[in-house]
C-alpha cells in the first residue's frame, strides 16, 4: 500500500512568515512529487513540482526533496493571507501519464 | 497553457436520472485523463484512467456500471453517472496528463458539483 502522509493542520502564520510543510511517502521507488494548493471549493491547483534531491525555488515558494528520508516539503516565504488554502502533497511511481496518490493536506491559516 | 475545463461546474438532478459531465483539455492533447471524487472535508479519491480509445480503468471499489467513462479524443472525456442517486451527491473534478510530457504533472479542471435530489 503506497501511502503518503501529511499534518492536516490547521498550521497557523503571521502575516510575512515562512509557512513549512511536510509530507512523508512509503515507497522508495517513487518517482515525482507535486505539491498542489486547494482552496475551499476549488480543484486543485499545481504549485510546484520536482524529481531530483535538493531544492527546487520558484518565486515565493521553494520545494525540498530528500529521497533518501522519503521526505518532501514546501516552504512558503512572506505568506500572505492569500496563501491560507490547503495544500496537497502527492507523489508518483510509475511513468509518463501514471496515478499520482494524494496526502490528505494540510490546511494553512496565514493570519493579519 | 495547460487547461482543463470542465461543464458543467454544477448540477442538481432528481434520483434516478443521469448525468454527464464533459472534461476538455484546452491547449494541450491529453494522453490520459483522471476522474476523482472529493466528499466534504476529505481527499481527492481517484475513481478511474482514461486512455484515448480504451476502455478506463477503474480504481477498486469504482462501479464501472454506474460511472461510465468516454474519452473520445486526445482532448475530451466523458463521465456519465448513471441513476444517481443521494449519496453520489460530490465534487467531481477531471485532470489531465499532457501528451509526450517527460513527467507526470496533472492538471486539474474546475469541478463540477453534484446534488442529487
Known amino acids: 500500500q503506497k501511502e503518503v502522509e501529511q499534518n492536516s493542520g490547521p498550521l497557523s502564520v503571521p502575516e510575512g512568515a515562512i509557512a513549512s510543510l511536510n509530507c512523508t511517502y512509503s515507497d522508495r521507488g517513487s518517482q515525482s512529487f507535486f505539491w498542489y494548493r486547494q482552496y475551499s471549493g476549488k480543484s486543485p491547483e499545481l504549485i510546484m513540482s520536482?524529481?531530483?534531491?535538493g531544492d527546487k525555488e520558484d518565486g515565493r515558494f521553494t520545494a525540498q526533496l530528500n529521497k533518501a528520508s522519503q521526505y518532501v516539503s514546501l516552504l512558503i516565504r512572506d505568506s500572505q493571507p492569500s496563501d491560507s488554502a490547503t495544500y496537497l502533497c502527492a507523489v508518483a511511481w510509475g511513468g509518463t501519464a501514471s496515478k499520482l496518490t494524494f496526502g490528505t493536506g494540510t490546511r494553512l491559516q496565514v493570519t493579519l | 497553457g495547460a487547461v482543463v475545463s470542465q461543464h458543467p461546474s454544477r448540477v442538481i438532478c432528481k434520483s434516478g436520472t443521469s448525468v454527464k459531465i464533459e472534461c476538455r483539455s484546452l491547449?494541450?492533447?491529453?494522453?490520459?485523463m483522471f476522474w476523482y471524487r472529493q466528499f466534504p472535508k476529505q481527499s481527492l479519491m481517484l475513481m478511474a484512467t482514461s486512455n484515448e480509445g480504451s476502455k478506463a480503468t477503474y480504481e477498486q471499489g469504482v462501479e464501472k456500471d454506474k460511472f461510465l467513462i468516454n474519452h473520445a479524443s486526445l482532448t475530451l472525456s466523458t463521465l456519465t453517472v448513471t441513476s444517481a442517486h443521494p449519496e453520489d451527491s460530490s465534487f467531481y473534478i477531471c485532470?489531465?496528463?499532457?501528451?509526450?510530457?517527460?513527467?507526470?504533472?496533472?492538471?486539474f479542471g474546475p469541478g463540477t458539483r453534484l446534488t442529487v435530489l
Open positions: 520536482i524529481y531530483s534531491n
Open positions: 491547449d494541450f492533447q491529453a494522453t490520459t
Open positions: 485532470s489531465a496528463s499532457r501528451q509526450g510530457a517527460t513527467y507526470n504533472e496533472q492538471f
